[in-house]
């Protein structure tokens, strides 16, 4: 592989990889506020309103930081992945500009109405634009895995001319693929959601401030991420695992660290693979566990990497296997640390816990790692191919691109996302440390008392 | 059914000019506009519930060039490369500085924000029309349809090799520059009251005398830097009425300003866009980008998609384009009139 495509590679994943962090929050965090907003109109308790105001300056900020990484990634395509473009083009663009024609004007629109309409909309109109605001933030996510889905298990196509144009447009809405994936990719931004709110709850109770938000954060944050922790697991990763396993068999093999074919596979707890001797270091195996989730038979036969030519495997075995282990090592922690919350929670111990507390603060932020670890999973376990089984990636990338002028805008995007992220968590630092209640209640305009920051006592 | 696309992508690109365009602009004049702190804000306000809206236009116009014109998407934004991403920068600036500036009352961090504000909205202008001037002017492009291009090489107009920026595409980037200067300085003006309003409708003026000989001589330079020009107005004769309309909007322009009526202007600044826009899409049809070695240029036809995408497409998109003309009628009488004081406090 040229060392241009590996740099655009490295600029693709760089900067989707960053981008996906804001996405995931805001999906998770849309949901949660329409329930807030859902629980003040049921319970007319003011507290849940003013909530929604707190958690929705936190979406505005993460929205723009969404938007403004978005835009490079409706661009990349062409930039770097110029001979993709032209060969796929037809197809997965189809998705990515419906995004743009249902999922991004309606975001736009209803989340000004949301921010500064309340007055003007009312309380019913305020929870619609809440929803539509959710409801455009997960068609965008609808979206984007109908893409992806393509490019994971093409269908629907016609070669001709050297480039793929669509001919089942119903095909490549209903791709197989997609259901899976955005269950699993959906709720695992409703993990981050769930574990965002829980771990500032968390930080209130600790810090022994802002007492009845703590309490509200935390018990929602609980009860919604282990829905969602344990959906990721069942059924959604189950449907992922199986999947995988009937279209992607290589990814399969790479995930686990399967090198050789055997009947009655073992799953690799821990282990470090050696690509080169085809085998897995200091490991932890439970026999026949593998075999049982990919075909629901004990001693059934799974694939392994040597089955296929080494020129249709993925390029790094190893990241796919440490991607998907740390996935699934730490969605297990989520379930249990949710799990237990909950039980703490429902024999009314939770908020007197001060260990639990902490740890759930400081588990905030490892959804964003499990996240971003899944899609390393689902995006190098899909190499050596761009389009999976029709074009290489090695064939994918813009012909006369030279490599000085990818890196030098890869450490243009690297600074500059330096810079948005450090910009970021001022942002949500300062409204985190300002409190629900003045942060929502305040214009912004007198934030004066933030003597810390402003130096203006 | 590839012409109907030419249009629909040219539709959505100068919509998203045209309203992109004013805010732009307004980043261009506030710093000179606006004097005070709480005159920025209401600059800000004034575009704040609606630049982000207005930039989608851009992205929908992105994803449905790139799936009608698979080829011309691929090879512009590739050979494109560096000016592309530098835009994306700026974009990311620019939206960054309106979100974050009022989030922190301290004097050098909101001045720092209206530095990135002003620079961001005036090199995306200039970009944006150099960018324009690019694809009239044509790109050297291979027998495959690709091309590379340095972002400039020596600037002498003599040059056989010129880089993406040479004298004829700054010319068509400083045009851009005013065009939308005046542009945003009539939207400003509209959503004012007092001085910023009437300051907002000097810089208008003066946006106005400097674009006149400017675009007399960015259309002037067009025809000899692109024959097709010549062609396409030689063999539909009726496309005179772009140019007229141009001409239409930028006397109107000036003519509403000195009447101090600000809707009128703004409408007729926005002719103007429309015009020079719808111009240039005349002028170069049926291509799309022309190549300096014409047998290598990309068409309409040669870098469409399928019929059957065309199709299809046209059917979501219709339903997207009618949903998205809802929302933004409800955006824009949510928050038409005056910026009040009170709002101007949200940004």
Known sequence: MSISTILSRI????????????????????????????????????????????????????????VVTGIPMEFQFGTNWAL????????????????????????????????????????????????????????????????????????????????????????????????????????????TGAFMMTGLGAFYLLSKRDIDYGRMFVTLGVIVGLIASVFQLYPSGDMEGLQVAAYQPTKLAAMEGLFQTQSGAGIVILGQPDASKGTIDNPIIIPNVLSFLTYRQWTAVVQGLDTFPA?????????????????????????????????????????????????????????YIANTAGWFTAELGRQPWIAFGLLRTVNGSSPLLS??????????????????????IL????????????SAKEPMEEEGDMGLLSGQG | MSTLWFILVTFMLTMYVLLDGFDLGA???????????????????????????????????????????????ASSFSGFYLPLIIV????MGRGVAIELRSRIPLGVWASFWDGIFFIGSSLLAIFYGAALGNVIRGVPLNAQGYFFEALWTNFNPFNSNPGILDWYTILTGVLAFFALLTHGANYIALK???????????????????????????????????????????????????????????????????????????????????????????SLYPLVLPAANHVNSLTITNASTSQYGLVVGLIWWSLGMFLAAIYFIITYRRFRGKVTAAASQEY
């Open chain 1, 11 to 66: 600029q693709f994943a760089f900067t989707i990889g960053y981008h996906y962090l804001f996405p995931q929050f805001t999906m998770g965090l849309a949901l949660l506020l329409v329930i807030l907003k859902i629980l003040y109109l049921v319970r007319k308790d003011e507290r849940y309103n003013t909530a929604v105001h707190f958690w929705g300056k936190i979406f505005a900020v993460t929205f723009v930081l969404g």
């Open chain 1, 84 to 191: 993709f473009s032209s060969y796929a083009g037809g197809i997965i663009a189809q998705t990515l500009a419906m995004e743009g024609a249902f999922a991004f004007f309606l975001e736009s629109a209803f989340l000004g109405l949301f921010l500064f309409g309340e007055q003007t909309i009312g309380q019913k109109g305020h929870l619609i634009a809440t929803i539509l605001v959710w409801l455009g933030t997960w068609l965008s996510g609808g979206f984007i895995i109908a893409s992806n889905a393509w490019m994971q298990h093409p269908v629907g196509y016609t070669l001709a001319h050297g480039r793929l144009s669509i001919s089942n447009w119903g095909a490549v809405m209903t791709n197989p693929w997609i259901l899976p994936q955005y269950l699993h990719t959906m709720s695992g931004a409703v993990v």
């Open chain 1, 311 to 367: 020129d249709q495997r993925p390029d790094a075995v190893e990241m796919v296997y440490y991607s998907y282990h740390i996935m699934v090592g730490l969605g297990t922690l989520f379930i249990a640390i949710t799990a237990l919350a909950l039980l703490l929670l429902w024999r009314g111990k939770l908020f007197q816990s001060r260990w639990m507390l902490w740890i759930l603060m400081l588990a905030t932020p490892f959804p």
């Open chain 1, 403 to 424: 490599t000085g002028n990818i890196i030098f805008t890869l450490l243009g995007f690297a600074g500059m996302y330096l810079l948005l992220g450090l910009l970021y």
């Open chain 1, 427 to 438: 942002m949500v630092v300062i409204e985190a440390l300002k409190g629900p209640e003045k």
């Open chain 2, 27 to 73: 980043g261009i004049i506030h710093l000179i506009a606006a004097r005070t702190d709480s005159e920025r804000r209401f600059i800000l306000r004034a575009i704040g519930p609606v630049w982000d809206g207005n930039e989608v236009w851009l992205i929908a116009a992105g994803g449905t060039l790139f799936f009608a014109f698979p080829l011309l998407y």
């Open chain 2, 88 to 91: 994306l920068w700026l974009l």
């Open chain 2, 192 to 282: 004012t009251e007092g001085k910023l309003n009437e300051r907002a409708r000097r810089i208008s003026r003066v946006g106005w005398f400097i674009t006149i000989p400017l675009a007399a001589l960015a259309s002037f330079a067009t025809f000899t830097v692109q024959p097709q020009v010549y062609t396409s107005f030689a063999e539909r004769p009726w496309g005179i009425i772009f140019p007229l309309i141009a001409l239409l909007g930028l006397l109107g322009a000036g003519f509403f300003n000195f009447r101090k009526r600000d809707l009128p202007a703004l409408l007729s600044s926005g002719t103007f866009i429309l015009g020079m826009l719808a111009c240039s899409a005349f």
